[in-house]
């Protein structure tokens, strides 16, 4: 595909997710967000280089930062994870790509090419009222994804202790097959030393928590739809060409992938990003993919390449991979 028709394609189904009703309720979920490292912002730390990898399964970063001071600086970099609304989703199809533990994208950093272990730090909270140490307390994960889990959990508590989280508006109802209505926050984070006067290398990879959609020609035709998410005559014609050949033709559907990335925090470091590479990987070449970037070049069978310098961001990533193959995509 052009660069035109890959950007088109992707974009296209961005919307998808929040526009398209899905044939059955459950046919759907929503990707959460995340993205780059944040620390506080120190007007000596530049950000000389990023590359940013997308894949369906794997997001990675490779950062070049320098102190431009005369004298090393230390300050704390973290890494947030996606919110978790068990209000929201307790209910919806959505799925940690690790849903037994707490690191629940499989984060991992390394400092010029060594491990790193970062403290994570993880609360719950009921609107703007933390509730860690009572959901501590009673033993449940703090994490209301976490399905298993607090299943479990729920099961060996007391009615007088689902009782009390009921009462406290945690639960839906005082029972073991509530659903949970909390939020959780969690972040990683670790002190970092920059060394005066010279580049260090930070590196660090997760599994994206992605959503995902059933996509009509129909929808994908509205101005709307085409107007925010690039989708030119190209693209929507891609998308019409999967459709005729989808299991799921007879509706007139096919299925797509959203893959977000929070470019924005870049903001964090001082001045621009020296260079700036993002390569999407849409991991089969009869898939089709899209960014809203001008000037994507295509590398590969299924790469695709964007390259800018003193780049400012100044828009987040929501790299859309569609096709008709639900193991390609990561779909159970």
């Known amino acids: 595909m052009t660069g035109s028709g890959v950007r088109s394609v992707l ?3 961005v919307l998808a997710l929040s526009l398209c009703a ?31 990898r997308i894949g369906l399964d794997r997001i990675a970063v490779d950062y070049v930062f320098r102190n431009g001071s005369a004298a090393a600086k230390t300050l704390r970099i973290a890494f947030p994870l996606p919110a978790i609304d068990g209000a929201q989703l307790s209910g919806s199809a959505l799925s940690l790509p690790f849903g037994d533990r707490a690191n629940f994208v499989g984060f991992t950093v390394t400092v010029d090419g060594a491990p790193v272990t970062p403290q994570l730090e993880e609360r719950a909270y009921l609107g703007t009222n933390e509730v860690t140490g009572l959901l501590t307390r009673h033993g449940l994960p703090l994490n209301p994804l976490r399905r298993g889990d607090l299943e479990a959990a729920l099961k060996r508590l007391s009615p007088a202790a689902l009782q009390e989280l009921g009462r406290a508006g945690l639960l839906s109802e005082p029972s073991a097959d509530a659903e949970s209505l909390w939020r959780s926050e969690a972040k990683f984070h670790w002190e970092q030393t920059f060394p005066a006067g010279r580049e260090l290398r930070v590196s660090h990879a997760y599994a994206p928590v ?3 959609h059933l996509l009509s020609a129909e929808e994908a035709a509205t101005p709307a739809y085409r107007a925010r998410y690039c989708l030119d005559a190209a693209g929507l014609a891609g ?12 509706q007139g559907l096919t299925r797509a992938v959203e893959v977000p990335y929070i470019v924005t ?5 001082a001045g621009r990003i020296g260079r700036f590479i993002l390569t999407v990987d849409k991991g089969s070449p009869a898939a089709l993919v899209s960014v809203c970037r001008t000037g994507v070049r295509k590398t590969g069978p299924t790469t695709f390449v964007w390259e800018a310098t003193n780049y400012v961001p100044d828009a987040d990533l929501r790299i859309l991979i569609v096709a008709n193959d639900d193991a390609l995509l990561g779909l159970r």
Do not use: F, H, Q, Y
């Open 265 to 269: 925090t870049a903001r964090n470091w």
């Open 210 to 212: 992605k959503g995902n």
């Open 22 to 52: 899905p044939a059955r309720a459950n046919d759907s979920a929503a990707a959460l967000d995340a993205g780059g490292l944040v620390l506080v912002r120190d007007p000596d730390i530049a950000l000389v280089s990023e590359d940013l």
């Open 11 to 13: 974009a296209a189904c």
């Open 239 to 250: 998308v019409r060409r999967l459709i005729a050949a989808s299991p799921m033709k007879g």
